[in-house]
């Protein structure tokens, strides 16, 4: 079946450039999104790429997709203390996702001051 | 809008017993489904649904049943509940494309 992996942790000093990898195994991942956790809460949608875009941009998100590597980052600019979260990668397959997503288990965002 | 909503937030049950966990949409999204989120696991499908009177099972099905009546309901059941089901069940709703929607979670403890 399809596989997401993503580093559990990342550590990141304030005001810094935030990178977090993310793999799947796929090859049929039509969108592949990023969604963010904060503590105690559910899961909100931050950003989506769709399989035929290497680039998306929004405000200090930027994702990069290598579909050839299957490889998605997420970049956070200027990471803040707001930033502190769980992110996790999550891909739709091409069945048409009627069974949601596939998620990893999601990166630990933890800003340094 | 209310988008997802889940019930109970909070619930502690004893082995072997029963319970329901609700869930809501108001967006008339065709699909739902039903993930727990475990340390280190990130989430995991239990059940999805399609649309009404049509479900199947994901990942980790064991243990609990759902049902989908209506649009707006996906109510999980667990029948006899046991310390592996300990967890956050989160409930999701969506269209056949682009976002999932997903309610608050719904932590769970078993004694």
């Known amino acids: 079946g399809e596989d997401v992996e993503q580093s559990l942790f990342l550590s990141v000093r304030e005001g810094d450039s935030s990178v977090i990898n993310c793999t799947y195994t796929?090859?049929?991942?039509?969108?592949l999104y990023w969604y963010k956790q904060e503590p105690g809460a559910g899961l909100q949608l931050l950003t989506y790429i769709f399989s035929n875009m290497d680039m998306k941009q929004d405000q200090r998100l930027t994702v990069l997709l290598n579909k050839k590597d299957k490889h998605l980052s997420l970049r956070i600019a200027d990471t803040q203390t707001g930033d502190s979260a769980i992110y996790f990668c999550?891909?739709?397959?091409?069945?048409?996702?009627?069974?949601?997503?596939?998620f990893g288990k999601g990166t630990h965002l933890i800003i340094q001051p | 809008n209310a988008g997802v909503t889940q019930t109970p937030k909070f619930q502690v049950l004893k082995t072997g017993q029963s319970m329901t966990l609700q869930c809501a949409q108001d967006?008339?999204?065709?699909?739902m489904s039903w993930y727990r989120q475990d340390p280190g696991m990130g989430l995991r499908l239990i059940h999805y649904s399609v649309g009404a009177g049509i479900t199947d099972q994901g990942e980790v099905p064991n243990g609990y049943n759902v049902s989908r009546s209506t649009t707006e309901d996906f109510p999980l059941r667990l029948l006899s509940a046991a310390p592996s089901q300990t967890s956050v069940y989160f409930c999701a709703s969506y269209m056949g494309a682009g976002e999932l929607f997903f309610g608050e979670g719904s932590r769970l403890t078993v004694l």
């Open positions: 999550a891909e739709r397959g091409s069945g048409g996702g009627a069974d949601g997503l596939t």
């Open positions: 967006m008339n999204h065709e699909y």
């Open positions: 796929d090859s049929s991942s039509t969108y």
